[in-house]
């Protein structure tokens, strides 16, 4: 069993920036693939961003390429997004979901784990 625990969500106004954390429980966190979706008000879950066991590899979807960017330390069980150059619709509740087997996905059928989420509001 893995524990998920988002943090680092908060008002900001478009162009800002934020950083998001997800501190994860258990020993085995280097193992797991990670991943970052969000969901707006009246909106699906979507894919953001994902990155594989080791750190060597990530993807993102294309409304945020180039303004965010994953990361993991896996010495602190913690993955990060930076987000830069926010705008208004990236407004969403943000969640990271661990992945125990397999690579890097940007499915969200793919993950086993899911955090409560973090409320992510940027304003024009």
């Known amino acids: 069993q893995v524990q998920l625990v988002e943090s680092g969500g908060g008002l900001v106004q478009a162009g800002g920036s934020l950083r998001l954390s997800c501190a994860a429980s258990?020993?085995?966190?280097?193992?797991?693939?990670m991943g970052w979706f969000r969901q707006a008000p009246g909106k699906e879950r979507e894919f953001v961003a994902t990155?594989?066991?080791?750190?060597?590899?990530?993807l993102y979807a294309d409304s945020v390429k180039g303004r965010f960017t994953i990361s993991r330390d896996n010495a602190k069980n913690t993955v990060y997004l930076q987000m830069n150059s926010l705008k208004v619709e990236d407004t969403a509740v943000y969640y990271c979901?661990?992945?125990?087997?397999?690579?890097?996905?940007?499915?969200?059928?793919?993950?086993?784990?899911w955090g409560q989420g973090t409320q992510v509001t940027v304003s024009s």
């Open positions: 979901a661990a992945r125990p087997f397999g690579g890097a996905s940007p499915l969200s059928s793919d993950y086993t784990y």
């Open positions: 990155i594989s066991s080791s750190g060597g590899s990530a």
């Open positions: 258990g020993r085995t966190f280097s193992r797991y693939a």
